[in-house]
Nanobody, 119 residues
Framework: QVQLVESGGGLVQPGGSLRLTCAAS????????MAWYRQVPGKERELVAHIMSDGTTQYTDSVKGRFTISRDDAKNTVYLQMNSLRPEDTAVYYC?????????????WGQGTQVTVSS
C-alpha cells in the first residue's frame, strides 16, 4: 500500500521560513509528477508548485521567488522550501504524486499539514 506523509508545518512569524517534506512509501516502481497544494476553509484547493520527473518546475504567481520545490527520487520525497512567509500563506498544505506500483499508476494524496503565518 502506498502512502504519502507530510511533515514540517507549524506556526511561523511573517517573514519567516518553513520546509515541508512529503515522503512516499510502499511498493513504488517510479514517481512522475509531484506537487504541493494548499487550501483554506471555504476556498478551493490551490496548486502551489509542481515538479516533474525531469526536474521541470512550475509555481503559482503568488509564491514565485519565495518558495522552492525540489525532489529526491532516491528517497521518494518532495520538499517545499517556503521563505518570506506571509499571513496569506496560511493554509493546510497537501502533497500529491503520480506513483507507479508494479501493477498500476495512481494519484496519491497526503493527509495535509497546517501552516500558520502570524505574529
Amino acid at each position: 500500500q502506498v502512502q504519502l506523509v507530510e511533515s514540517g508545518g507549524g506556526l511561523v512569524q511573517p517573514g519567516g521560513s518553513l520546509r515541508l517534506t512529503c515522503a512516499a512509501s510502499g511498493r513504488i516502481v517510479g514517481i512522475d509528477y509531484m506537487a504541493w497544494y494548499r487550501q483554506v476553509p471555504g476556498k478551493e484547493r490551490e496548486l502551489v508548485a509542481h515538479i516533474m520527473s525531469d526536474g521541470t518546475t512550475q509555481y503559482t504567481d503568488s509564491v514565485k521567488g519565495r518558495f522552492t520545490i525540489s525532489r529526491d527520487d532516491a528517497k521518494n520525497t518532495v520538499y517545499l522550501q517556503m521563505n518570506s512567509l506571509r499571513p496569506e500563506d496560511t493554509a493546510v498544505y497537501y502533497c500529491t504524486a503520480e506513483i507507479f506500483t508494479p501493477t498500476f499508476g495512481y494519484d496519491y494524496w497526503g493527509q495535509g499539514t497546517q501552516v500558520t503565518v502570524s505574529s
